[in-house]
Every structure is written in C-alpha cells, then in structure tokens.
C-alpha cells in the first residue's frame, strides 16, 4: 500500500503532460477505478492565464486539506467569453485524490503530490486533439483556434524546460496506447 507524503492527509495523483494529450481521460479513469475526487487544473488556468493562477490550488485546495476540511469550494476559470462556470461547491475531500493538467507536477505543488504521472504524447496527435475540442467555440474560425493553442503550446515548452515534469514523474505514460494496461502496477499498489 502507497502512503501519503508528509504534506497532506490524502494520496494526491498529479497528471501532468501537455493539453490535449489525454490527461482528463487518464484522471476519470483512475477516479472510477479508485473512489477519487478529480481537480482540474483548468478550473484555474485559462487561456488569458495559462500558467500564474498556481497559488490558488495551494490556497483553496492544499491548505484547506491540509487543515482537516471534508469540503472544497472554489470558483472555476473562464475559457470562452461565452463560457460561464458555475462553482466548485462542496466537493468531497476522498482519501485519494487526483489533480489533473498541464502544470500538475510543477516544482511549487512537489509537496504536496504523492505519486506523479507523465502523459507523453506526440505534439501532432495533442494538438490536433486540443483543436478539434475548441473548434468552433466562441464562433472563432479555424486559423485562430490553431493560432491559440500554437502559442498554448509555446508557453507549455517553456514550463516544461524550466521544471521538467516528466524526469519528476513515478510513471511516464504513453499518450497513444491504452492507459488500463500502462497504469495496472499503480492500481495494484493501491
């Protein structure tokens, strides 16, 4: 049985790789598989703010469960113009927990995190992932949501270089082949 580190009273599953390489996919998975509660880290980021909202998951998430509490409200990003959220109310606090997106494994969360994942997927199949999910939205046209996510992309280089999520990660896994089987000796750990 893996443990929780020192920081927190839970197992906490980061996810990292780049947008559109399978990490949402990956973390619903791993929740059905074991009873846990998903933060997204897109709730936080958008595409104005891709990388700096950092600080808020270790206000309104760590810290609270780091303080004993069962329940996490906090107030999600927004994408699109014409994409209202609503809040996170009231999301249970489960043993394990999974924080999933592109910066999960940055070096400032390190403390926090029990057990890290790494998808890599080739850039090709991400970004055409990441484009057919935004096509279209907020009426953009094609060259622009492509021009979007190259600069997402960009930004996504540079934290990679600078904290070299995948050499930080438990497991690196294969963004292209099915994650069951790759994932199978966690499972078992667990």
């Known amino acids: ?47 104005d703010n891709q990388l700096d909202w950092w600080p808020r998951v270790i206000n309104e998430i760590f810290e609270p469960i780091k303080d004993g509490k069962k329940l996490l409200s906090y107030s999600r990003g927004k994408w699109w113009h014409t994409h209202n959220q ?4 009231h999301q249970p606090v489960t043993s394990i927990m999974i924080l999933e997106g592109v910066s999960a494994l940055r070096k400032e969360f390190r403390p926090f995190i029990s057990y890290a994942i790494f998808i ?5 199949i991400f970004l055409q992932r990441g484009f057919e999910r935004d096509r279209g939205q907020d009426g953009k046209s094609d060259s622009e949501i492509k021009k979007m996510w190259q600069k997402w992309y960009e930004d996504e280089i ?11 990660a438990n497991l690196i896994v294969d963004g292209t082949k099915p994650f069951l089987e790759q994932i199978e000796h966690l499972l078992n750990k667990l």
Not at 86 to 89: F, M, P, V, Y
């Open 158 to 168: 540079v934290y990679i270089k600078k904290d070299q999520p995948q050499n930080f």
């Open 86 to 89: 609503d809040l996170i109310i």
């Open 120 to 124: 890599d997927t080739p850039a090709e």
């Open 1 to 47: 049985m893996i443990l929780p580190n020192d920081s927190l009273p839970i197992f906490l599953i980061a996810i990292d790789g780049h947008g559109g390489s399978g990490k949402s996919t990956l973390a619903t998975l791993l929740s059905k598989k074991l009873s846990a509660e998903i933060i997204h880290t897109d709730y936080f980021a958008s595409w």
